[in-house]
């Protein structure tokens, strides 16, 4: 049986095309996957866009829960883990001395023996010289960016909400002077029992060093305010938005790095700020 030659051709045609759709679907499923992938990826999923809520949600539609997240975990906002400075090397033995043979000015807020060569009662009366040094339990301190919009209208709604005590809590800045960066810290893990390191005694004041940081070079701060008692006290620092007549952060994003140390311990924390919510 002879089949013309227009009907052979017509049938090739038609193999021709059912074949390229069947080739095409797979490229169609990868594009869609890919699609997604960089949806993803770039945030511009609504999870994305959920976990930054204060970019397209108004204050005042804030929840308890997201006005918290703001002013405890957000950009202006972050824990930072305590680093505990070691003082001088621990004795494998020792005698309990307390601070009976401490010079007064060697002890600190918390009744410790700062005075070196002293010999320092043991932690673990089991410990031998072979033993494994012991850990310290970690500590993390709350350190929040309070020159922020986000931040003030963050505590404006817990005000809103009648959740004044747990805005007050939350350890929010005394004043947000207009030529100060200001930043408080905030004990929020204390790891150990004692450690307070923000408590004004009757002794005095918390020995504090702070500085903060940015490309256009590290500032001190002007002022410091404490507010709170015992392990729920704050320090609030109070930085100079000007380095030489230039301010300190420039007109773009940027970023800056909080340091802070303290008798016995010391903490570091960066912020990546855009000038969109800064105050």
Not at 8 to 14: M, S, Y
Not at 61 to 67: K, N, P
Request: proline share 8%; aromatic share 8%; charged share 25%.
């Amino acid at each position: 049986m002879r089949v013309s030659r227009k009907k052979t051709i017509h049938r090739i045609t038609l193999a021709r095309r059912r074949h390229g759709r069947r080739a095409a679907l797979p490229g169609v499923a990868l594009r869609t996957i890919l699609s997604s992938l960089v949806t993803l990826f770039l945030g511009l999923s609504p999870v994305s866009r959920a976990d930054h809520f204060w970019k397209h949600k108004p204050p005042g539609q804030w929840s308890l829960a997201e006005a918290l997240k703001v002013v405890k975990r957000s950009p202006w906002a972050r824990l930072d883990v305590v680093v505990f400075l070691r003082q001088e090397p621990q004795a494998a033995y020792s005698i309990p001395t307390g601070t009976k043979h401490c010079d007064p000015d060697a002890i600190d807020q918390n009744g410790n023996c700062l005075q070196k060569g002293r010999v320092e009662a043991p932690v673990d009366s089991s410990q031998q010289l072979d033993a494994a040094p012991r850990l310290s339990p970690s500590a993390g301190l709350l350190v929040r960016w309070e020159s922020a919009a986000p931040v003030s209208q963050a505590f404006a709604r817990l005000e809103e909400l009648g959740e004044r005590a747990a805005a007050a809590f939350q350890a929010r800045a005394p004043r947000l002077p207009a030529d100060r960066y200001v930043i408080t810290v905030k004990l929020e893990e204390p790891g150990r029992a004692g450690f307070e390191p923000f408590a004004v005694t009757p002794r005095g004041k918390p020995a504090l060093r702070a500085t903060l940081k940015t490309r256009r070079g590290t500032v001190a701060p002007l002022e410091v305010e404490f507010t709170g008692a015992g392990a729920s006290s704050s320090a609030h620092f109070f930085f100079p938005r000007t380095l030489d007549g230039v301010p300190l952060l420039g007109s773009g994003r940027d970023s800056a790095e909080f340091k802070l140390q303290g008798v016995g311990f010391a903490v570091r924390s960066k912020f990546t700020l855009d000038p969109e919510f800064l105050d």
